[in-house]
């Protein structure tokens, strides 16, 4: 009889052998994201005082921003299920269920700002500030919004990972 609470063998779990660079890319990602979503919220600061000095690379940090975040988002995807069972399921809910709860949080803020990042990266494109100053405010909260929740998320996915990391 096979016993139900055994763990998989590593190839039931997918890509569970490339988690550790798996890992290490999401980390990677993490970083060039908060580094590019921090300087494009500061940039916003002369966007909403109508002081437009330094455009493309502020559309460039824009672009950064929305290239980061879709790649640290899917190599996110693809290490979850080796989080899903082998630090969640067999750790994090019997023993932390508050970082189990932090990392849904986590995760639904940044499938939400998905959407917004990408919006930001295209405006990015096309936005004329210094003629387009109705828009200006709106692209300075999305800024705003992304650089919040990459913070948020970043911070809690390392308080999560403490805990138990992906071993």
Known sequence: MIDPCAPPPDQAV??????????????????????????????????????FVAVAREKT??????????????VGALLYPTYRYHVRGLYLDRHA????GLFDVKEVYASLTLVVALGLGALAFTLRPAEERWLVRVYAA??????????????????????????
């Open 97 to 100: 269920p508050f970082y189990a």
């Open 142 to 167: 999305m800024s705003l919004i992304v650089c919040a929740v990459v913070w948020f998320n970043v911070i809690a996915g390392l308080l999560v990972a403490s805990v138990r990391g992906i071993g």
């Open 61 to 74: 940090w824009a672009k950064v921003v929305a290239v980061a975040y879709v790649f640290t988002y899917a």
């Open 14 to 51: 997918f890509l569970y052998g490339l988690r550790r660079l798996l890992l290490v890319l999401h980390a990677g990602g993490s970083i060039v994201l908060i580094g590019a979503a921090t300087h494009h919220a500061l940039a916003m600061r002369h966007y909403l005082r109508e002081r």
